[in-house]
């Protein structure tokens, strides 16, 4: 499978962005973020034994990923 470039990404999200916007579906956009929030902290608390702490910064977080897992 093909990998897109970033600057395609970053278009592709513009677009689901704008089209959310236009559609007055604010809605969507604001259960996806939530959505994409709540799985990030699940997965650094995976990768971390339970040991993340929501103030950590995503540095942080790749750090101690690297260094003490």
Known sequence: MKRRK?????EA?????NEA???NSIEFLVKLIYNLQKEYVELAELATL?????T??????????????
């Not at 970033?6 to 970053?10: A, E, G």
């Not at 999200?13 to 962005?17: A, D």
């Open 6 to 10: 970033k600057s395609d990404n970053i």
């Open 13 to 17: 999200v513009r677009n689901l962005v």
């Open 21 to 23: 916007i236009q559609t």
């Open 50 to 54: 339970s040991s993340y702490k929501s």
């Open 56 to 69: 950590w910064s995503h540095k942080k977080l790749l750090d101690y990923i690297t260094r003490e897992t």
